[in-house]
């Protein structure tokens, strides 16, 4: 079946890094665009990022471009989020999820990231 494993979520100070993992496992991950998808206490999920397939083409929101990176290794299965400069307000749940059609079919569990000093 159809698995999404987030990890490296953590506490971090404001202006700090961190790199988001995300397994995959159950599909052709190469065969699929990928996104990031994420939700802060009490608001509505964010799309914050997607890559399509073979990793050519690129999205960002406008509350992350220019600060975060996604990118993904289809010989490991695993889709990667690299944020720096990282804000308050970037505090949230992180999700990775499959592209399909117009929409995102599976999920993952979520990583927890905290931007607080």
């Known amino acids: 079946q159809v698995q999404l494993l987030e990890f490296g979520g953590d506490l971090v100070q404001p202006g700090g890094s961190l790199t988001l993992s995300c397994a995959a496992s159950?599909?052709?991950?190469?065969?699929?665009?990928m996104n990031w998808v994420r939700q802060a206490p009490g608001k509505r999920p964010e799309w914050v990022s997607s890559i399509n397939i073979g990793g050519g083409s690129t999205y960002y929101s406008d509350s992350v471009k220019g600060r975060f990176t996604i990118s993904r290794d289809d010989a490991k299965n695993t889709l990667y989020l690299q944020m720096n400069s990282l804000k308050p307000e970037d505090t949230a749940l992180y999700y990775c999820?499959?592209?399909?059609?117009?929409?995102?079919?599976?999920w993952g569990n979520g990583t927890l990231v905290t931007v607080s000093s």
């Open positions: 159950g599909f052709t991950f190469s065969n699929y665009a």
């Open positions: 999820a499959r592209r399909y059609s117009n929409g995102m079919d599976y």
